[in-house]
């Protein structure tokens, strides 16, 4: 990592200090996180903040709690004095409490963003139409849970420390930052297709008429990438505010700033042979290792992984290693040499996972120990399902899918295989090396 745990812990923890303990290359864009928030925030009855129930009438804390449920709702109203005090008023009659809210100024008008709660037999539809009532437009509801209890600053400030810990943590927090939408990290350029590569290339080229600070397009923006590119959101159902792009763009911005980084944890396992092994993540500065192994790798091997010209392999890896298209984890030799990749990526909407290992640490479970490694990461971001393509005869491959002990979907096309594993509460935090026992991590 280009930055210590503690230099971003203390740069954090010393946001609203403005003396010399605050990086400048930090406190700019994490403090334009914090003042586009424009947050207000209330709790309601807190235990020992409340007056008794017998002063005003209210029922006892928790009476109505299985009776009600939490709603995010966005609507427009008029930029005039009392037009929110309306609608306020109109969300108390029916019993609706206003539990936060944020406000998001346009040209004409006011995005305001609620997390209510509602009445248990209160229909969305029902809501929608009290809202308009009231003088609200372009109504967007959808159920809430306990999450989005936390207010709008702490959210952001995890996120920013997310994103600085660890760079392939940027499209989560997008996604995260900006509720339901789609991301994708287009290149600045491709030079062809690479089908079974993990999508590398597959986006297609980023446009050279993105300016640097990025722009806003109804539900879509479109943000440079540090390296060069486009980072694209969409979210067809509901058009970003101009505060929402400022806020993407200073979680971007802190990205560029820190540049190259990587958790430092890794694991030491030791196989049945004695010989030890090490995991660890990977990125593109381990290029040129990568590459090696791909010398080592027979053609069958590539064929296998890439599905395409044994030539153009190498061409993959800087798509492959780069944290903005998800991660990856690599095992070393106890001289450093890497004879295995495992790869974790962002597709849209959906999550690939790949594997490379060279011929002659084949058959020894390093596989099946990388996948469930990159599986236990999909299902801690709260994806719901991760696929592999992969060929029909790759027999390998699919008893690692089928060892994760998950259910599984096959397409079969032409010889090309996609297995898919649905995600469940209940997925394992990881598939333990057969015949390997772990000694260390750091």
Same mark, same amino acid.
């Given at each position: 990592?280009?930055?210590?745990?503690? =230099?971003?812990?203390?740069?954090? #923890? %010393?946001?609203? !200090?403005? @003396?010399?303990?605050?990086?400048?290359? *930090?406190? $700019? /864009?994490?403090?334009?996180?914090?003042?586009?928030?424009?947050?207000?925030?209330?709790?309601?009855?807190?235990?020992?903040?409340a007056p008794p129930p017998d002063?005003?009438?209210?029922?006892?804390?928790?009476?109505?709690?299985?009776?009600?449920?939490?709603?995010?709702?966005?609507?427009?109203?008029?930029?005039?004095?009392?037009?929110?005090?309306?609608?306020?008023?109109?969300?108390?009659?029916?019993?609706? =409490?206003?539990?936060?809210?944020? #406000? %998001?100024?346009? !040209?004409? @008008?006011?995005?305001?963003?609620?997390? *209510?709660? $509602? /009445?248990?037999?209160?229909?969305?539809?029902?809501?929608?139409?009290?809202?308009?009532?009231?003088?609200?437009?372009?109504?967007?509801?959808?159920?809430?849970?306990?999450?989005?209890?936390?207010?709008?600053?702490?959210?952001?400030?995890?996120?920013?420390?997310?994103?600085?810990?660890?760079?392939?943590?940027?499209?989560?927090?997008?996604?995260?930052?900006?509720?339901?939408?789609?991301?994708?990290?287009?290149?600045?350029?491709?030079?062809?297709?690479?089908?079974? !590569?993990?999508?590398?290339?597959?986006?297609?080229?980023?446009?050279?008429?993105?300016?640097?600070?990025?722009?806003?397009?109804?539900?879509?923006?479109?943000?440079r990438a540090p390296e060069g590119?486009?980072?694209?959101?969409?979210?067809?159902?509901?058009?970003?505010?101009?505060?929402?792009?400022?806020?993407?763009?200073?979680?971007?911005?802190?990205?560029?700033?820190?540049?190259?980084?990587?958790?430092?944890?890794?694991?030491?396992?030791?196989?049945?042979?004695?010989?030890?092994?090490?995991?660890?993540?990977?990125?593109?500065?381990?290029?040129?290792?990568?590459?090696?192994?791909?010398?080592?790798?027979?053609?069958?091997?590539?064929?296998?992984?890439?599905?395409?010209?044994?030539?153009?392999?190498?061409?993959?890896?800087?798509?492959?290693?780069?944290?903005?298209?998800?991660?990856?984890?690599?095992?070393?030799?106890?001289?450093?040499?890497?004879?295995?990749?495992?790869?974790?990526?962002?597709?849209?909407?959906?999550?690939?996972?790949?594997?490379?290992?060279?011929?002659?640490?084949?058959?020894?479970?390093?596989?099946?120990?990388?996948?469930?490694?990159?599986?236990?990461?999909?299902?801690?971001?709260?994806?719901?399902?991760?696929?592999?393509?992969?060929?029909?005869?790759?027999?390998?491959?699919?008893?690692?899918?089928?060892?994760?002990?998950?259910?599984?979907?096959?397409?079969?096309?032409?010889?090309?295989?996609?297995?898919?594993?649905?995600?469940?509460?209940?997925?394992?935090?990881?598939?333990?090396?057969?015949?390997?026992?772990?000694?260390?991590?750091?």
């Amino acid at each position: 990592m280009s930055r210590d745990l503690s =230099d971003v812990t203390d740069a954090l #923890t %010393h946001l609203f !200090a403005h @003396g010399p303990a605050v990086p400048a290359m *930090l406190l $700019a /864009p994490v403090a334009a996180l914090i003042a586009t928030a424009g947050v207000r925030t209330r709790w309601s009855q807190r235990h020992g903040q409340a007056p008794p129930p017998d002063d005003t009438g209210a029922r006892p804390p928790g009476a109505e709690a299985e009776a009600s449920a939490l709603w995010r709702m966005r609507t427009t109203v008029r930029d005039a004095p009392g037009s929110l005090a309306a609608l306020c008023a109109a969300l108390a009659d029916r019993r609706i =409490d206003i539990l936060s809210l944020q #406000t %998001h100024p346009l !040209a004409e @008008g006011t995005v305001d963003e609620f997390l *209510l709660r $509602a /009445p248990g037999e209160l229909a969305g539809s029902e809501l929608t139409e009290l809202v308009t009532e009231a003088g609200g437009a372009h109504t967007w509801t959808e159920r809430a849970d306990a999450h989005d209890l936390v207010d709008a600053p702490t959210r952001l400030l995890g996120l920013a420390t997310r994103t600085a810990l660890d760079a392939a943590e940027l499209p989560l927090a997008l996604r995260q930052l900006l509720g339901r939408c789609t991301i994708r990290s287009l290149p600045a350029s491709t030079a062809g297709s690479a089908g079974s !590569a993990g999508s590398a290339g597959s986006a297609g080229s980023a446009g050279d008429d993105v300016p640097p600070q990025g722009t806003l397009e109804d539900t879509v923006l479109r943000l440079r990438a540090p390296e060069g590119g486009v980072i694209s959101v969409e979210r067809p159902y509901l058009p970003f505010t101009p505060a929402e792009f400022a806020r993407a763009r200073a979680l971007v911005e802190l990205d560029a700033r820190l540049g190259p980084r990587l958790p430092r944890g890794r694991d030491e396992l030791t196989l049945s042979e004695g010989r030890n092994i090490t995991v660890r993540r990977a990125d593109t500065r381990d290029v040129e290792a990568a590459k090696a192994m791909h010398e080592r790798c027979s053609a069958r091997t590539l064929g296998m992984r890439y599905h395409g010209p044994v030539g153009d392999a190498d061409r993959y890896l800087n798509h492959l290693l780069s944290p903005r298209f998800g991660r990856t984890l690599a095992v070393q030799t106890a001289s450093g040499r890497i004879v295995g990749l495992g790869h974790l990526l962002w597709d849209g909407d959906e999550t690939e996972v790949a594997l490379l290992v060279e011929d002659a640490w084949q058959r020894r479970g390093v596989g099946a120990e990388l996948l469930g490694r990159l599986v236990a990461m999909a299902a801690e971001t709260g994806c719901e399902s991760v696929y592999a393509v992969t060929q029909a005869s790759n027999t390998g491959m699919v008893a690692a899918m089928r060892g994760l002990g998950l259910p599984l979907d096959y397409q079969i096309e032409e010889g090309t295989l996609v297995v898919t594993a649905r995600l469940t509460p209940a997925s394992p935090a990881a598939v333990p090396l057969p015949h390997a026992e772990r000694i260390g991590t750091d």
